[in-house]
């Protein structure tokens, strides 16, 4: 089983990114997904999840009303839509799902192995 988040970069303040996290080995739509990131010389932090069975979605405050997640089921994916960027979202993103025996609701219980993640840098 391993998630790849990818779509991170290096953009100003103000700009956008949408980060996707793709399974092998794990069908998202049957699991609660989060994203997760991680600043340096800061803990690992959940900024958003979906649930499994009903899509109900759920923010930090910190990102609250300019970040979105969203499945899409077809391409076995989930995104994370960033707007509005400041500085200090500057982290590492991970995306993570709870485990198969977990009740697929938020916040996600993190099951498995975290991958490199994706870096997102936002200059002022």
């Known amino acids: 089983v391993q998630l790849q988040a990818s779509g991170g970069g290096m953009v100003q303040a103000g700009a956008s990114l949408r980060l996707s996290c793709a399974a092998t080995?794990?069908?998202?739509?049957?699991?609660?997904v989060g994203w997760f990131r991680q600043a340096p010389g800061k803990e690992r932090e959940e900024i958003s999840c979906?649930?499994?069975?009903?899509?109900?979605?759920s923010y930090s405050d910190s990102v609250r009303g300019r970040f979105s997640i969203a499945r899409d089921n077809a391409r076995n994916a989930v995104y994370l839509q960033m707007n509005s960027l400041k500085v200090e979202d500057t982290a590492v993103y991970y995306c993570?799902?709870?485990?198969?025996?977990?009740?697929?609701?938020?916040?996600?219980?993190?099951?498995?192995?975290w991958g490199q993640g994706t870096q997102v840098t936002v200059s002022s």
């Open positions: 080995g794990r069908t998202l739509r049957y699991y609660a």
């Open positions: 993570m799902t709870d485990s198969p025996l977990d009740d697929g609701l938020c916040p996600v219980k993190p099951f498995g192995s």
């Open positions: 979906i649930t499994s069975r009903d899509g109900i979605t």
